[in-house]
């Protein structure tokens, strides 16, 4: 009669070890995959600040340019007004190239304060992890992502640009030819 619980038992540690070292190989296990320059990429759909959501079939065929900020960042409170000018600037234009932005504010009522105070009109979205698995973690902040025309990344840049740099990306919506 004793051996019973035993064996209860020892069942029981044998499913625990087994949970445990199941747990264990899966946080070792890379969360995301970084994307490379020239890897095709799948953008997700992703809901937007005012409810609207950009269905990721509207993307294809088009250049994106994903801009990854925080309200509380330095680095991108210096970027960020280009990034306003170049939306003015390709909306006047009617360039194909559109931007995303994707705020990593914890409180998205944050990061929507901070754009209003500054006029800035660029489409926000706060699906961070949906870009994340899109993209592949990557550190540091600010960061931006262009995806071609051809649905290949095309830029994968983390920290500070010049404004020239983010100019730049308008020949990325160029519509005489893919100028990269």
């Not at 003015?88 to 009522?109: F, T």
Request: glycine content about 8%; some cysteine.
């Amino acid at each position: 009669m004793i051996q019973q619980p035993r064996a209860a038992l020892s069942g029981a540690v044998r499913w625990l070890f087994i949970g445990v070292l199941a747990g264990l190989l899966a946080s070792l296990a890379p969360a995301a995959l970084a994307q490379k320059v020239g890897d095709a990429v799948a953008l997700p759909s992703l809901r937007l600040a005012e409810g609207t959501v950009v269905d990721a079939a509207s993307l294809r065929g088009q250049p994106v340019l994903i801009y990854v900020w925080a309200s509380w960042c330095p680095f991108c409170a210096r970027q960020t007004p280009y990034y306003q000018k170049l939306h003015e600037q390709l909306q006047a234009s009617k360039n194909a190239l559109r931007i995303i932005s994707v705020s990593i504010d914890k409180r998205p009522e944050d990061a929507i304060k901070y754009m209003n105070e500054r006029g800035y009109t660029f489409p926000v979205s706060f699906d961070a992890q949906a870009i994340g698995k899109a993209l592949g973690a990557r550190p540091g902040l600010p960061r931006v992502y262009l995806i071609d025309r051809h649905g290949r990344l095309a830029v994968s840049q983390a920290g500070e640009l010049f404004e020239e740099d983010i100019a730049a990306f308008a020949r990325f919506g160029d519509t005489t030819g893919d100028k990269r």
